[in-house]
């Protein structure tokens, strides 16, 4: 039986909570909500996080930019890397999908119009 | 002369809300001034996310959250003008504003709302010793070259302030590959969100020293390291003998928010030293009739939702003052007690409606009561398991509590 505390980033609430893992079985306490006991199961599973950033165009302008699902905390700096190298062509808007399926079914898109 | 019923000071998160609360509520001729090239405030550098979890239940990024603001300005046909800077503001509502195109040129309003948000304090305002190198900034400096800029400030950071400005820079400079080395706080814990020390800190494993200061910064014509020390938790003094020296190219400083509040001074506005806003009434009417404000530049605010809320209210009394005229009113006065630092309003109309009282309070307290009392009469009463002063607080006193009262209103916090 392990037991992991984790803190909840979902809301500004930051609840702290208990994870206990009994045969592949987690319960979760301590969480105030059902998003908290979601996000303490994957954070013992397989963590991720919504990346937000800025992507460059190649007119020169930048993007704000999101991936619209989290992706796994471990391939960060990868998706980071990958980002930075990009040189979108184009005219931009908020909402656009900017790379589809950056990770598995996370897009990466645009919460910005062009800067 | 141009004119206009009322005219908004700054365009972003609050002057947006107001703008469109204002029109919504009969008032058509409107001006939003703002000096920056697009509407959307401080929201466009804060790329993200975390906004908007109350008022509409999304994680949003900060341009998503003031988007959906401008967005309802533009639906509206709403007249703004960017670029533009306001120099001043008379108690008679006239406004001066300069821009390349008009030049210096003036404007009468029937009403103004203040909006103007915060500037940052800056590292000569806390007298850190050492030299002027480059490669010194505040949080929000170098999160505008990253965000909106594409420029990356140095290599090596070290960030003084946990509050939430400098851990999400510490986040953002690490995720463009820098290394950031250390971040300080010279109070005993962090006012920024325990979500915030979580995935800006701890993900990254960067150290988080509390109760220490930056007490020397070494370089001559960039930064080349820093020395921390421990400091002694009531005097904040630093306490010899406990210096830890950085090799590090960069130094960002996240001291806190002040209100941009020279225009307001400028109309004859009188500010509450405890908030470095102005004082005003439970519906954000300040001491000057018909001048109005709202957001960051009244008081320091965590959550811009609260920003959107707080500036609807002074829309909604922009637009019933323009419609209908001064309000006749009695007030009582709102004051600090035991624990609370400060208090907003600091007036409430004695037949007003529900009122919402913000406060803060002074230290981290845990299992508290939150009384209003008039004397010795309660008139509000709550239980909370924790208060921090890093998280504003509300307590809603009811119409029929103050009616007819006179004296004044007293929020206390008290550990049961």
Known sequence: MKKLEVTCIECPMGCTMCVTEDNGVFTVEGNNCPRGEAYAKAEVTCPRRVLTTTIKLKNGKILAVKTDKPIKKENMFALMDKINASRLDGEFSQGDVLIANIEDDANLIATSDMI | ?????????????????????????????????????????????????????????????????????????????????????????????????????????????????????????????????????????SAGTAQKYVNMKGLMPGKKIVILGSGDIGLIMARRMTLEGAKVLAVC????????????????????????????????????????????????????????????????????????????????????????????????????????????????????????DFVSEESEIAGKSAADYILNGKKDATYITVKEGENVGYVLPQKVDLNSQTTKIYFRVTKTLKNVEVSAKIGDEVVALKKKKVAVPGEMETMIILPNKIKNQNGEIVLSVKEL
């Not at chain 2, 002057?15 to 509407?39: C, M, T, W």
């Not at chain 2, 046909?77 to 300069?98: F, G, H, M, P």
């Not at chain 2, 102005?278 to 109005?292: H, K, L, P, Q, W």
């Open chain 2, 185 to 304: 706080e010279i109070m005993p814990y962090s006012s920024g969100l325990k979500r915030n020390i979580e995935q800006c800190l701890n993900d990254f494993n960067i150290p988080l020293y509390l109760s220490h200061t930056i007490t020397d910064i070494r370089g001559k014509d960039r930064v080349e390291g820093v020395t921390i020390s421990e400091v002694d938790v009531a005097t904040k003094k630093p306490i010899p003998g406990t210096e830890i020296s950085f090799d590090c190219d960069t130094v960002l400083f996240s001291v806190g928010l002040i209100p941009e509040n020279e225009l307001t001074k400028g109309a004859g506005v009188q500010l509450y030293p405890r908030t470095k806003g102005a004082i005003v009434n439970e519906r954000r009417e300040t001491s000057v009739d018909g001048i109005f404000a709202c957001g960051n530049v009244l008081q320091v605010h965590d959550l811009v």
């Open chain 2, 1 to 137: 002369m141009i004119n206009y019923d009322l005219v908004i000071i700054g365009g972003g998160p609050a002057g947006l809300a107001a703008a469109i609360k204002a029109y919504d509520e009969g008032v058509k001729s409107i001006l939003i001034i703002e000096r920056e090239n697009s509407l959307g405030g401080i929201l466009n550098q804060c790329i993200h996310n975390g906004f908007g979890l109350t008022r509409f239940k999304e994680s949003l990024t900060g341009p998503e959250y003031a988007g959906r603001f401008i967005k309802g300005v533009k639906e509206r046909n709403i007249e703004y003008l960017l670029q533009t800077t306001v120099v001043n503001v008379t108690s008679d509502k006239l406004i001066t504003a300069v821009n390349t195109e008009k030049g210096y040129f003036e404007i009468q309003a029937k009403a103004v709302i203040l909006a103007m948000g915060c500037r940052e304090r800056s590292k000569g305002a806390i007298n850190v010793p050492g030299t002027r190198p480059a490669g010194i900034y």
